[in-house]
């Protein structure tokens, strides 16, 4: 069965070390691991890393030998690659407006090298929302990418403000979808997270920040202005899936159904993200919250992510090869719905 995966990151040497070369980001590109080797890091932002395996460095940016092979020996046909963090959102807008300039000018001769293997989401720098439109724009017509990423929130900021739509507004006109991919909730609301510092990454604040940057784009009337907007979350849909019914209830008959943010939407919370929101297996191979997602929105809105190379592609095509669902819905969810949002 083909099998396209489609959040998968990457970087360069030169992106790597130009974040090391910054005042504002640690010099050191390792950590102590509890009593072992050095391992490598991941810088989200100055003040939050991921320490990593050793190798993990050299998987984001080796596409022709450790990434392929991979590829091979798990029966992955495809990779829809996009930038690894930090992406452009991390600094000021002339600088993330280059470092997105020469990131999807690389991803472009990646892909014109393996076109048969390789897909890309373009990198912008949100900051500027004219300026990511521009380029947005520029990678799609000119460099043959299939939508772009956005890392959550912009400095505190999500796409809900008006200032964005412009952004939106293209990616609509463009026909290309918004992968929204998790970062550390907003400096607003950090601090409640940071007596237990796992709790700001992966482990529950990256849900926590993609989750409610969705919902507020949903409460805001960007899906009744842009109907055609296309949005993308990873991890099974970042727990929305699990809450539509209460969204749904509460929005209807609960004390905040008259709210002036919600009240003159069209449809229901629901129904929006039924029409307007697509949701991958990246990060989550827990064969209960498949079915829940599943059950909720049913195949056609589901496509297969690995989360490369921050998540193994072994064990991610081993959960989707078992779930017990029809080989047609495996289908759509393996390849046919991705190669349909993102015309591959």
Same mark, same amino acid.
């Given at each position: 069965m083909k099998r396209i995966a489609v959040e998968e990151h990457f970087s360069t040497p030169d992106y790597i070390s130009y974040i090391r070369s910054r005042e504002d980001y640690p010099k050191t590109g390792t950590v102590k691991g509890k009593g072992k080797k050095d391992l490598d890091v991941v810088w989200f932002s100055p003040d939050f890393y991921m320490p990593t395996c050793a190798e993990f460095g050299k998987k984001l940016v080796d596409v022709a030998e450790i990434r392929l092979r991979d590829m091979e020996e798990n029966g992955i046909d495809m990779q829809?690659?996009?930038?690894?963090?930090?992406?452009? /959102?991390?600094?000021?807008?002339?600088?993330?407006?280059?470092?997105?300039?020469?990131?999807?000018?690389?991803?472009?001769?990646?892909?014109?090298?393996?076109?048969?293997?390789?897909?890309?989401?373009?990198?912008?720098?949100?900051?500027?929302?004219?300026?990511?439109? /521009?380029?947005?724009?520029?990678?799609?017509?000119?460099?043959?990418?299939?939508?772009?990423?956005?890392?959550?929130?912009?400095?505190?900021?999500?796409? /809900? /403000?008006?200032?964005?739509?412009?952004?939106?507004?293209?990616?609509?006109?463009?026909?290309?979808? $918004?992968? $929204?991919?998790?970062?550390?909730?907003?400096?607003?609301?950090?601090?409640?997270?940071?007596?237990?510092?796992?709790?700001?990454?992966?482990?529950?604040?990256?849900?926590?920040?993609?989750?409610?940057?969705?919902?507020?784009?949903?409460?805001?009337?960007?899906?009744?202005?842009?109907?055609?907007?296309?949005?993308?979350?990873?991890?099974?849909?970042?727990?929305?899936?699990?809450?539509?019914?209460?969204?749904?209830?509460?929005?209807?008959e609960g004390e905040y159904a008259l709210a002036p943010t919600t009240r003159d939407l069209m449809k229901k919370p629901s129904q929006y993200f039924n029409d307007n929101f697509y949701v991958t297996t990246s990060g989550n191979f827990w064969e209960t919250a498949f079915m829940c997602t599943y059950a909720a929105l049913g195949p056609d809105r589901i496509m297969f992510a690995v989360d490369y190379p921050f998540e193994p592609n072994k064990p991610a095509v081993e959960f989707m090869d078992a779930v017990p669902i029809p080989e047609s819905d495996r289908e759509k969810i393996y390849h046919s719905n991705a190669e349909k949002v993102f015309s591959l």
């Amino acid at each position: 069965m083909k099998r396209i995966a489609v959040e998968e990151h990457f970087s360069t040497p030169d992106y790597i070390s130009y974040i090391r070369s910054r005042e504002d980001y640690p010099k050191t590109g390792t950590v102590k691991g509890k009593g072992k080797k050095d391992l490598d890091v991941v810088w989200f932002s100055p003040d939050f890393y991921m320490p990593t395996c050793a190798e993990f460095g050299k998987k984001l940016v080796d596409v022709a030998e450790i990434r392929l092979r991979d590829m091979e020996e798990n029966g992955i046909d495809m990779q829809v690659l996009s930038l690894s963090v930090p992406g452009p /959102d991390a600094f000021d807008a002339p600088t993330g407006a280059e470092i997105a300039r020469k990131t999807n000018d690389v991803l472009y001769k990646i892909i014109k090298e393996y076109p048969e293997k390789f897909a890309g989401l373009a990198a912008v720098a949100p900051q500027d929302p004219a300026v990511a439109a /521009d380029e947005l724009e520029r990678a799609v017509n000119d460099l043959g990418m299939r939508g772009t990423k956005i890392n959550s929130n912009i400095g505190g900021e999500y796409l /809900d /403000d008006k200032k964005y739509w412009v952004l939106l507004e293209r990616a609509e006109k463009l026909g290309v979808p $918004i992968y $929204i991919h998790p970062k550390a909730p907003s400096p607003d609301i950090l601090k409640p997270f940071l007596k237990y510092p796992a709790l700001t990454g992966s482990m529950w604040g990256f849900s926590v920040d993609a989750g409610l940057h969705a919902m507020r784009l949903i409460c805001s009337g960007v899906f009744d202005r842009y109907p055609g907007l296309k949005i993308i979350l990873g991890h099974l849909g970042e727990a929305i899936p699990f809450w539509l019914w209460r969204i749904d209830n509460r929005w209807e008959e609960g004390e905040y159904a008259l709210a002036p943010t919600t009240r003159d939407l069209m449809k229901k919370p629901s129904q929006y993200f039924n029409d307007n929101f697509y949701v991958t297996t990246s990060g989550n191979f827990w064969e209960t919250a498949f079915m829940c997602t599943y059950a909720a929105l049913g195949p056609d809105r589901i496509m297969f992510a690995v989360d490369y190379p921050f998540e193994p592609n072994k064990p991610a095509v081993e959960f989707m090869d078992a779930v017990p669902i029809p080989e047609s819905d495996r289908e759509k969810i393996y390849h046919s719905n991705a190669e349909k949002v993102f015309s591959l």
